[in-house]
């Protein structure tokens, strides 16, 4: 009787972290991939660039005939490549098929141009990735959560997106700030405790209206699942060309719970914004999830000081997510971190077909 062969699982360097978290799932056989040689020629797993920066690989793992995957972010320009050098690295040494696992894509500053002459790096990104030569079976590319759905347009050729929506880990991050506010933790085994925190009132929130058919996607599909959720997102005004300023909350809020969602934080700048215009109009507390954490330098510190959040809530998508986690989750963290492992693993290994 013909088996599932399992895919081979590599990773860039800068997400070890999540492929071996994926690892868990039992879907995957780990790739073995050499990035520094020793001084007596031998491969050596870990990353040691030559002295001018250039990066070496070296696949040890067989890969001809196999289903291969590579998880990675385009975090910088050097993530990018390394993920660009593994997929045609593979490709040339006979892989079947190959799948490009992308949690997070950058570039969202410049997805597109707003003066005459800019660099769209977001779509030279994609014709880049595109540009990996076809593996027999053809090659795919996942992407999670996009700043700019139609950011996926922007690969070329026969090369195949899939859009993967973090919307489970999202709702699962609403429930636990729900629990959490009734002193409850996931593991409680009080079913009616758990059932009467879940049944409390909150209002999911938009930082503004780009983001409200989401956020009402999201609100609905928690209403479904039993969870008292309703919507609201602010109204702005444009006064320049770099800013804006709130004129209205479409929605009450006086005295409820507000989580606000949003693809992303970098600076964490508009959503502190949100954040105050929410209590502004009364609201009794804030929290907010996002997918993407990407905070630089002092961003999170920036977030803390604010004081407009009990709590946030991250993905593991980006590595800085990782960086900045409270070590202590005992205590009320500041900022929380879901893993996407298992969502990723689903999705990526969902109607398999190649057998033994």
């Known amino acids: 009787m013909a088996k599932k062969i399992k895919p081979l699982l590599f990773w860039t360097s800068s997400y070890a972290y999540l492929g071996e ?46 289903e291969a995957i590579v998880l990675g972010g385009t975090i910088d320009d050097r993530e990018t490549l390394e993920l660009f050098d593994i997929g045609n690295l593979l490709v040339d040494m006979g892989v079947s098929e190959l799948k490009l696992v992308i949690p997070y894509f950058g570039y969202s500053t410049m997805e597109r141009a707003i003066k005459e002459g800019e660099a769209v ?16 079976l053809g090659n795919s590319i ?27 880990v999202v709702i699962e991050s609403v ?18 405790a758990i059932a009467a925190a879940l049944a409390q009132p909150f209002v999911f929130a938009s930082t503004d209206v780009g983001r409200s058919a989401w956020v009402d996607s999201l609100t609905r599909e928690m209403v479904g699942l039993g969870l008292n959720a309703s919507a609201a997102f602010i109204i702005k005004r444009r006064t320049s060309g770099s800013s804006s300023e709130v004129r209205d909350i479409s929605a009450d809020v006086d005295g409820a719970f507000v989580i606000i969602y949003d693809d992303m934080v970098r600076t ?16 009794a507390d804030v929290a907010a999830i996002l997918t993407h954490c990407v905070l630089p330098g002092s961003s999170k510190e920036k977030l803390q000081k604010s004081a407009a959040f009990c709590q946030v809530v991250v993905t593991d998508s980006h590595p800085r997510a990782v960086l900045l986690a409270d070590a202590d989750t005992t205590q ?25």
């Open 21 to 66: 978290a994926m690892m868990k799932s039992g879907l995957f056989t780990a790739g073995s991939l050499a990035r520094g040689i020793s001084d007596s020629g031998e491969p050596v797993l870990a990353d040691q660039p030559f002295p001018d920066g250039e990066r070496y690989h070296r696949m040890i793992t067989d890969v001809d005939g196999r």
């Open 268 to 283: 964490g700048g508009s959503l502190i914004k949100a954040a105050n215009a929410y209590r502004a109009k009364g609201a």
């Open 142 to 168: 996942f992407l999670m959560d996009l700043h700019s759905i139609g950011t996926q347009h922007y690969f070329e050729g026969p090369t195949h997106t899939r859009h993967i929506y973090a919307k489970s």
């Open 175 to 192: 429930k636990g700030l729900l629990l959490q506010r009734a002193g409850l933790s996931a593991k409680s085994k009080d079913k009616a």
């Open 121 to 136: 790096k977001a779509k030279f990104r994609a014709r880049l990735l595109s540009a990996i030569p076809q593996a027999r």
């Open 332 to 356: 009320n963290p500041f900022l929380v971190v879901n893993s996407i492992a298992n969502l990723l693993a689903e999705k990526v290994t969902k109607g398999r077909h190649q057998l033994v």
